[in-house]
């Protein structure tokens, strides 16, 4: 749109990033992908719940996994149908199959990765010499 001599571009928080799925429209904004029993209910719900504060739609596994489903095909659905993705890595999540498995997932779509280092130093995790 242009006003005058003034140009107004829309504005969006997640801009396009290139992916062999650039023509599909995405079921959710964000993915987290986190170790729940380090970070559960304290920095994970906060972010979540202030995702979706502003509209961004999130998915948080004990929050969009329907009961009874299979929690494996679900994730990967979850993952393939996510645009962005934050990986809040704790203590344990290195520790945990299921991180690992979810993180190999999303790094091989191709899409905007933003890691959150939490409680750990982000030179343990490169060099893998945490605790």
Not at 19 to 41: A, M, W
Not at 105 to 114: F, K, M, N, Y
Request: aromatic share 14%; net charge negative; glycine share 6%.
């Amino acid at each position: 749109m242009a006003y005058g001599n003034t140009q107004i571009i829309p504005y969006s928080p997640f801009p396009s990033y290139s992916s062999s799925k650039s023509s599909q429209q995405f079921t959710y904004e964000v993915f987290l992908s986190f170790r729940g029993e380090d970070t559960p209910y304290g920095f994970t719900d906060h972010l979540y719940q202030a995702l979706i504060s502003h509209g961004i739609h999130t998915f948080r596994d004990d929050n969009e996994l329907k009961r009874g489903g299979v929690i494996e095909s679900e994730i990967k659905k979850a993952i393939e149908e996510s645009k962005i993705f934050v990986i809040i890595f704790s203590a344990n999540y290195a520790n945990s199959r299921w991180c690992l498995d979810e993180l190999v997932e999303i790094s091989q779509l191709r899409r905007l990765i933003l890691p959150i280092f939490y409680h750990v130093d982000p030179w343990d995790v490169q060099e893998q010499t945490g605790s």
